[in-house]
């Protein structure tokens, strides 16, 4: 079992569109999670942090579900500009990436 | 605001050579960390680095890599006899100390090297 898994995707979507994002990790000591953003041929950025009682920035939703080592990432209202890949990572010592899920956000 | 910095963002060499990746990271944080990205695939832990040492490594940091701090600024990665399939993007980052490491990572643009 992969240490962190992600949805597969592609994930393709119009504007506007709600999408959601899931990704699992094997390890119960994981003691941080986030969502990172990486466009194409460019470095990770944090997205947002994953804290236990959910969190909401702008049109984004992170939750945390510790009992199921699952997290997920909901994105409301896309843009043209939300078109990227999302990696989850989870840190327990180290952090470790999910494959990514990209999404293309169409007209 | 403060931000990695990694040199050279492109590098060539022949099958064999040895490479040295650049970084410079956030100037308060004492955590560093080597990733590396093959195009088109996923992100990959190399090392971390605390303290003047190794705190943990993964099964692709050979003994064919290396990682200094050789100054109070440049932290490096070094590949001694480059092989075709360390063609990737390696990204440099960094984080907070203590309390205020919640293990979230600032990345470098990334170096690219490309072995032929």
């Known amino acids: 079992r992969k240490e962190v898994e992600q949805d597969p995707g592609p994930f393709n979507v119009p504007e506007g569109a709600t999408v959601a994002f899931n990704c699992t990790y094997s390890?119960?000591?994981?003691?941080?999670f986030f969502w990172y953003r990486q466009d194409c041929r460019k470095e990770p950025k944090l997205l947002m942090s994953?804290?236990?009682s959910g969190n909401e920035d702008g049109r984004f939703t992170a939750q945390l579900n510790r009992a199921s080592q699952y997290i997920s990432l909901l994105i409301r209202d896309s843009k043209l500009s939300d078109s990227a890949t999302y990696l989850c990572?989870?840190?327990?010592?180290?952090?470790?990436f999910g494959d990514g899920t990209t999404l293309t956000v169409k007209p | 605001e403060p931000e990695v910095t990694q040199t050279p963002s492109h590098q060539v060499t022949q099958m064999g050579q040895e490479v040295i990746l650049r970084c410079v990271p956030i100037?308060?944080?004492?955590?560093f960390y080597w990733y590396r990205q093959i195009l088109g695939q996923k992100v990959e832990f190399l090392v971390s680095?605390?303290?003047?040492?190794?705190?943990?490594k993964s099964e692709i940091f050979d003994d064919q890599f290396s990682v200094e701090r050789p100054d109070g600024s440049n932290f490096t990665l070094k590949i001694r006899s480059t092989k075709l399939e360390d063609s990737a993007m390696y990204f440099c980052?960094?984080?907070?100390?203590?309390?205020?490491?919640?293990?979230?990572?600032?990345f470098g643009e990334g170096s690219r090297l490309t072995v032929l």
């Open positions: 680095f605390y303290n003047n040492e190794i705190s943990e």
């Open positions: 990572v989870v840190h327990a010592g180290k952090s470790t």
């Open positions: 994953v804290y236990s």
């Open positions: 980052a960094s984080s907070a100390q203590g309390v205020k490491n919640t293990g979230e990572l600032f």
């Open positions: 100037s308060n944080h004492l955590y």
């Open positions: 390890n119960s000591a994981s003691q941080s």
